[in-house]
DNA sequence: TTATTAAAAGACCTTTTTATCTTTTAATAG
DNA sequence: CTATTAAAAGATAAAAAGGTCTTTTAATAA
């Protein structure tokens, strides 16, 4: 439904979207780290964004990455459709070509639903926005295991 | 969510509980003409799912696949379980490893009804329940083209 | 009992996705 | 103006998914 590399560049959008600033960019290793995604990789993927404007970017000391006035209007998208494409996500469940509802696939009426509840919020809510209710609400953001867990001790 | 193989191996599963008995087996090449897959790696899959005893199949002449009255009480599940396991399918719509209602995802209670749905609907019926229910809502089974459009004429 | 048929087995190939590494470019602090 | 910093660019590699081909095995009809 969604590759890898849109779900890294959603989470660390998001995360640009909680912590940078124009005065506070943020280095790809920085927000690797905090993601636990592969930073070469979430490298590659900034640079699509940029060049797509979903996010912005200054080189040399201080530099790094962080969300314009105009980034922070754009939705997740917005982010979907310049990694993936439309195509992939609205695709048929079951794979089949033709499917719609005069022609369904047996769990059409199903998915149908959900895809129209998660891509309107994915779509009607700004990056902005999005990211505050995480924030409020208390989401997770990374694919780091949290659990606390037992501690190994170092020595 | 799902793998191609997997969404081949349920159309073709659901094929085979339409068409086929004990008495009137049916070929990897019919089959995946009807389905429109390609016909090796349909082949390597129904041997997978033969091993799996989800389906069953016999050599040689008049032989082929087929679904045995203990095949016919299998379920869509199984079949995803056969293919891909259970985890896939399971996994968090944002690719989170720890990703739970008490430490949720930005979508997670988006995705949780969704996915108890339609697990509930690959879990509940039988492959024959499904079969027929595909029947007689009349539900679309292939990856074919179907519109009529217009036929080019051939010569 | 033999020829034929169709699945089983397994080697192999291709494409896509994910990930890494090295070099170049540009910004800026000093 | 120079050293340093961090992104951009691009080449490359590794892994996974998808797909093909050839040989072997087993069933059965004649």
Redesign the pocket.
Known sequence: ML???SK?AILSTLFLAQHSSEER?????EIAESID?????L??L??QL??GKIIS?????????YLSEKNKMKNVLDIIENIDGLNKINSCFMGLNECDSTNPCPVHFIVEPFKNNILGKFRDKTIMEFAKEISDKGRLLTLKDISPSFEEPHE
């Open positions: 590759s890898r590399a890294y960019k943020i280095s790809v290793k995604v592969p930073s070469p990789f490298a590659k900034f640079q940029v060049r970017s200054t080189k040399g000391p201080h530099g790094g990455f």
